[in-house]
């Protein structure tokens, strides 16, 4: 049974980082691809980045990382902007990319970008 726990979420001012932490269990890196996703209020669940690729409006700002020893991903996120608060989630599936729906979601976490 693949489980993402993510955490690190919170809130900050426009400007700061936040690093968000997926912990993997029941599989490895190698298994699958991860990735990074979220959902801002009203607006639908979009791609933000995975281990090769970069949504346009996170590209430069945010970086994927990882731990197999620990088996955790990381999403360090900097600059962040008002628009970049929702609810973050971690994936995992054969493929992680736009379009692609992941086959294991994280329960998520949220992080506010105050103006």
């Given amino acids: 049974q693949v ?10 001012q426009a400007g700061g980082s936040l690093r968000l932490s997926c912990a993997a269990s029941g599989h490895t890196f190698s298994s ?17 980045a995975s281990f ?11 970086s994927v990382s990882g731990d197999n020893a620990k088996n955790t991903m990381y999403l ?13 989630y971690c994936a995992a599936g054969v493929v992680i990319a736009p379009g692609y729906a992941p086959d294991y979601w994280g ?8 103006s």
Avoid: C, H, I
């Avoid at 489980?3 to 900050?12: H, I, P, T």
């Avoid at 360090?76 to 973050?88: A, C, I």
């Fill in 76 to 88: 360090q996120m900097n600059s962040l902007k008002p628009e970049d608060t929702g609810v973050y």
């Fill in 3 to 12: 489980q993402l726990v993510e955490s690190g979420g919170g809130l900050v």
């Fill in 32 to 48: 699958y691809a991860m990735g990074w996703f979220r959902q801002a209020p009203g607006k639908e669940r979009e791609f933000v």
């Fill in 107 to 114: 329960q998520g976490t949220q992080v506010t970008v105050s």
């Fill in 52 to 62: 090769s690729r970069y949504a346009e409006s996170v590209r430069g700002r945010f």
